[in-house]
């Protein structure tokens, strides 16, 4: 940015990446293939876009300082396998990723970036649920973000945590040291590669967003019995039957971090048919 006179923008999380040899890396692992699409978070100036091409993919860039935009368009606008837009990733329709993307090809589609840190739990919440549209998502975020979604320890584990394992298989790829980034931001960042796997593989057909819900209610609240936690959700003559319907091993007096992602799974639906049950008794 320097070199067209304009200073980066702290509150956009400007935090550039410039060694060829290091993007080529983080192209490298995302293991593209010709014809693969790159749907691409804050591409800045460039420098990562410039390796995803490289690499065969065709970009479709998503950018919200209109200044960068402008340089982009100027760098690769000739292009046919990019195309850049003006606009905050947050409020983009992820619906219109395909149509809006310059292949029409039938690659795979991933999400990719150097993202600014101040959307990264966001993003990465608002992709996991797109298994049917993207196949992965590969993003740089900061170092200790980057542990804290993939390999939490066991006191650190979250509602995102559940929401990453039940939508994707998360992996930590390598670190990158916080020199490597200009201007130089106060922590590391680390590239982390997300699978997205494929609705047919998600372990409840329906009943996803009360599920997630679900997760919230225990983990915001996580030395607590989950049957105290979702007071909030279920009447007690439900809680009282679904617990009479589990078997001890998943009883609604564990703790969430007791319990595997199977455990839960299964307590969610014994608490959905609980609640309808309830709710037939009622109407009849
Ligand atoms: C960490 S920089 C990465 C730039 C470039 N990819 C690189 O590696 O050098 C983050 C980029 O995201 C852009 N950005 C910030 N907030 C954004 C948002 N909400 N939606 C889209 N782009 C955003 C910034 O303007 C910046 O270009």
Redesign the pocket.
């Given at each position: 940015m320097r070199n067209l006179g304009m200073l980066p923008?702290k509150s956009?999380?400007?935090?550039?990446?410039?060694d060829d040899a290091l993007?080529q890396s983080i192209a490298a692992a995302a293991r593209l293939q010709p014809g693969d699409r790159v749907l691409?978070?804050?591409?800045?100036?460039?420098?990562?876009?410039q390796q995803l091409l490289q690499a065969g993919a065709s970009v479709l860039a998503?950018?919200?300082?209109a200044r960068?935009v402008k340089q982009l368009q100027s760098s690769y606008g000739q292009r046919a396998d990019f195309r850049v837009i003006e606009?905050?990733?947050?409020t983009l329709d992820l619906s219109q990723a395909s149509q809006l993307h310059p292949a029409k090809a039938h690659g795979r589609l991933i999400a990719a970036?150097?993202?600014?840190?101040?959307?990264t739990t966001e993003t990465i919440k608002k992709l996991l649920p797109w298994g049917h549209t993207f196949s992965a998502l590969h993003f740089?975020i900061q170092d200790d973000a980057a542990k804290r979604l993939v390999s939490p320890d066991a006191s650190e584990v979250r509602a995102i945590n559940v929401e990453i394992d039940f939508y994707s298989e998360p992996k930590y790829l390598f670190k990158i040291d916080k020199a490597r980034?200009s201007p130089e931001p106060t922590v590391d960042g680390a590239l982390v590669h997300f699978e997205l796997r494929q609705p047919s593989e998600y372990l409840l057909t329906e009943g996803r967003t009360s599920f997630m819900k679900l997760v919230q209610h225990a983990y915001l609240q996580r030395r607590k019995m989950l049957r105290k936690s979702l007071e909030s959700l279920y009447s007690r003559a439900q809680l009282d039957k679904a617990q009479e319907r589990l078997g001890s091993k998943c009883s609604l007096a564990a703790r969430p971090q007791e319990l595997s992602m199977a455990h839960l799974v299964h307590i969610f639906t014994v608490l959905q048919e609980a609640k309808h049950s309830t709710f037939m008794s009622d109407q009849s």
């Open positions: 923008a956009l999380g400007q935090n550039f990446l410039t993007l691409e978070i804050g591409p800045g100036k460039g420098s990562l876009t998503v950018e919200k300082d960068l606009e905050d990733f947050l970036g150097n993202l600014p840190y101040y959307i740089v980034f």
